[in-house]
């Protein structure tokens, strides 16, 4: 267990180094010089070696990428003129665009696409697991093929065209609601719900597709079991079968697939937060990829790749917790 | 020995591709109905977009071509007419604030998304197989090094470096052959993991041991006796990229990092048809129905071929 935890701690360092040098490596490699973009039209020689020099693009690229990792486990001062401002450790730099802390930028979206992911893990979930026992239970009748149907459907449909189709519906039609704008949780509960209901759907009808094809085959392998049928054969009710036995051994895989899907989530996310215009994380990965802006691109990796690795870790971890077959090592 | 110097020379035929088996597969694919219904579909779509330039100009239409005229410019360039202004000089409308023919476009944009699907695939493919070979016949080493990449290469939001690298490589460079490397270079973990498994469990096998005893070098009996028996499942399996390759381009152009106008993308038009979906459904409807059908049909015959190849695995979960 130690060993297994020290194994994917070492694994995760090296992993955040490389994906971190990556981003710096794909940066010097392109043309594009992020102080034409924060200098604007009319910009002279001058201007523009003072605003290299203040962002520290006249350094060598290996020297920016060690200041990036010594920020980022020690802190960095930076200076602007005659003031000098200490960024504390984990320090992610400023951003080139708006001058603002990388950390605090992410900080500020991350309740928005938390209230996106959050809201529709647990509509998918209830929803995927409800559709694949039911197919499992009413297996080749008509309802098991509506949710086949409503299966191959859900994993063909890109969420920005289930979303978009969403809209249609129910913005342009029926006109049952407005187009989402977000309002935080804290000013108006109702308010941000009613506002993310459909984004909530249109994750919910791709990723629900796939918990209830998990669900369906993870039913059916457990019903022909053995502990099934001795179960049965005690005489226990099919409720109880279901509910206490089946259900479970159906289930447990299910943990780790949220862990798993967590890449493909992250990027559903993002395309759907663009689609709805949702002020997110997904938002701010394009808004400063396209603006050159270096930092919070590589902040944004490091933030995205750290949540990705915690995620199969801890999936790993709760998986051995529930079934005490399985040993990590 | 006459046996093993058979199964020797042909290496497949001890695996997965002897005829009878080809036999079985095919008909097995030949009474699936979605699979017939996906591969005629395909079919359809795949040969439109090779005649893009003859049907466009069947209709009399291009890509290009402005038509205000056609727009009614009191509410903000929607199309004049039911359904975005589609008749008989515009089969499928045409598109608001520019008034080019929506037809011509969809085709076009066709072109564009079966192309870097299937320029994607071969990445893939190159990539994977490469990968997922070394790591199956190199040693315990080289199976653990490559063996983390791997999974590192399959839970990575590949996505966001992708859209970093679009944005910020040169207009110059042509986009669909860039959207290709980028798609395929962030997504061949899969196909890798495949490879490397059929590889350990071909290895083992008795023919692999007599080409060895027979004196053959490592390389040649990596490329000569296990790629060609690993690579009906690998290939049975890359058919089910190809939809889910269309989908990233898509993804790409629709966050304005694919291909830019004036070519046109099914991806990059419902970007475009963000806005307009409340005062001109059809603009959203063209390309989003287009790509939902060709994806559909893509999975659907991806999804019969791995069935009739075993059975177990397939989507639809049949048994």
């Known amino acids: 267990m130690t060993r297994y935890l020290l194994r994917r701690l070492g694994s995760l360092l090296v992993l955040l180094v490389v994906m971190t040098a990556v981003v710096y490596g794909i940066f010097y490699a392109i043309p594009a010089d992020p102080a034409v973009l924060v200098c604007g039209k009319g910009c002279d020689g001058g201007?523009?070696?003072?605003?290299?020099?203040?962002?520290g693009l006249d350094q060598p690229i290996t020297t920016q990428y060690w200041h990036f990792l010594e920020g980022l486990v020690a802190g960095r001062d930076y200076s602007s003129g005659p003031d000098v401002s200490h960024c504390a450790a984990p320090c992610l730099g400023y951003s080139f665009q708006t001058d603002l802390p990388v950390l605090s930028l992410i900080a500020q979206r991350l309740p928005v696409s938390l209230s996106l992911t959050a809201g529709a893990l647990v509509l998918w979930t209830v929803t995927g697991v409800a559709l694949g026992l039911v197919s499992a239970l009413r297996e080749r009748r008509l309802t098991d093929r509506l949710i086949t149907v409503f299966v191959l459907g859900g994993l063909g449909t890109?969420?920005?065209?289930?979303?978009?189709?969403?809209?249609?519906?129910?913005?342009?039609?029926?006109?049952?609601?407005?187009?989402?704008?977000?309002?935080?949780?804290?000013?108006?509960?109702?308010?941000?719900?009613?506002?993310?209901?459909?984004?909530?759907?249109?994750?919910?009808?791709?990723?629900s597709a796939i918990f209830t094809r998990l669900t369906h085959t993870g039913m059916l392998e457990t019903l022909s079991e053995d502990h099934i049928r001795t179960v049965r054969a005690y005489g226990l009710p099919e409720r109880r079968v279901i509910g206490r036995h089946a259900l479970r051994g159906a289930l447990t895989p299910l943990i780790s697939i949220n862990a798993v899907e967590f890449g493909a989530v992250l990027v559903n996310a993002?395309?759907?937060?663009?689609?709805?215009?949702?002020?997110?994380?997904g938002q701010l990965i394009v808004q400063s990829s396209n603006n050159v802006d270096l930092p919070v691109v590589a902040g944004l990796t490091l933030t995205a790749g750290l949540a990705v690795v915690l995620a199969n870790t801890a999936a790993d971890l709760l998986y051995a917790a529930v079934d005490r077959r399985v040993v990590l090592t | 020995m006459s046996e093993v110097l058979a199964e020797v020379r042909d290496p497949g035929a001890a695996v997965s591709g002897s005829p009878a088996r080809a036999r079985q597969v095919l008909r097995r694919l030949r009474s699936d109905r979605p699979a017939m219904a996906g591969l005629i579909v395909t079919g359809v779509l795949v040969l439109a977009a090779v005649l893009a330039p003859l049907l466009t100009a069947l209709e009399g239409q291009d890509t290009t071509t402005f038509h205000t005229q056609l727009l009614d410019s009191a509410r903000g360039g929607v199309p004049r007419g039911a359904l975005g202004g589609a008749g008989a000089d515009h089969w499928l409308g045409v598109e608001p604030t520019t008034g080019r023919d929506l037809f011509a476009r969809a085709l076009y944009g066709a072109r564009i998304s079966f192309a870097v699907a299937f320029g994607t695939l071969v990445v893939q493919?190159?990539?994977?197989v490469a990968v997922g070979l070394a790591a199956g016949f190199g040693g315990r080493w080289a199976d653990a090094t490559l063996g983390r990449l791997i999974d590192l290469a399959i839970s990575f939001p590949q996505l966001m470096f992708a859209i970093a690298l679009l944005a910020i490589v040169p207009q110059s460079f042509p986009r669909p052959v860039l959207l290709m490397l980028v798609i395929g270079l962030f997504n061949w973990g899969g196909t890798a993991r495949l490879t490397r498994g059929q590889v350990l469990s071909l290895k083992s096998r008795d023919y692999v041991a007599a080409a060895r005893l027979s004196?053959?070098?490592?390389?040649?009996?990596?490329?000569?006796?296990?790629l060609p028996g690993a690579l009906p499942q690998v290939l049975t399996y890359a058919a089910i990229l190809l939809p889910g390759n269309m989908v990233s381009e898509a993804g790409l152009s629709f966050l304005g990092v694919g291909v830019h106008p004036p070519a046109s993308s099914w991806g990059q038009m419902l970007s475009t048809a963000t806005t307009w979906f409340r005062a001109d459904p059809m603009y959203v409807l063209v390309p989003g129905l287009s790509l939902l059908t060709a994806v559909l049909a893509f999975t659907l015959l991806a999804d019969g071929l791995r069935a009739a190849l075993d059975p177990k695995a397939s989507l639809r979960g049949r048994r």
Request: with cysteine.
């Open chain 1, 47 to 55: 201007q523009l070696a003072s605003i290299h020099h203040k962002l």
């Open chain 1, 158 to 207: 890109p969420v920005f065209v289930s979303g978009l189709l969403l809209l249609m519906v129910f913005c342009g039609w029926l006109r049952w609601l407005d187009f989402p704008v977000y309002v935080p949780l804290t000013e108006d509960p109702a308010g941000w719900a009613r506002n993310l209901v459909l984004p909530w759907l249109t994750l919910t009808i791709l990723q």
């Open chain 1, 270 to 281: 993002m395309l759907t937060e663009t689609l709805f215009g949702l002020p997110g994380i």
């Open chain 2, 125 to 128: 493919l190159l990539l994977g």
């Open chain 2, 215 to 226: 004196g053959a070098s490592p390389g040649r009996i990596a490329l000569r006796e296990i």
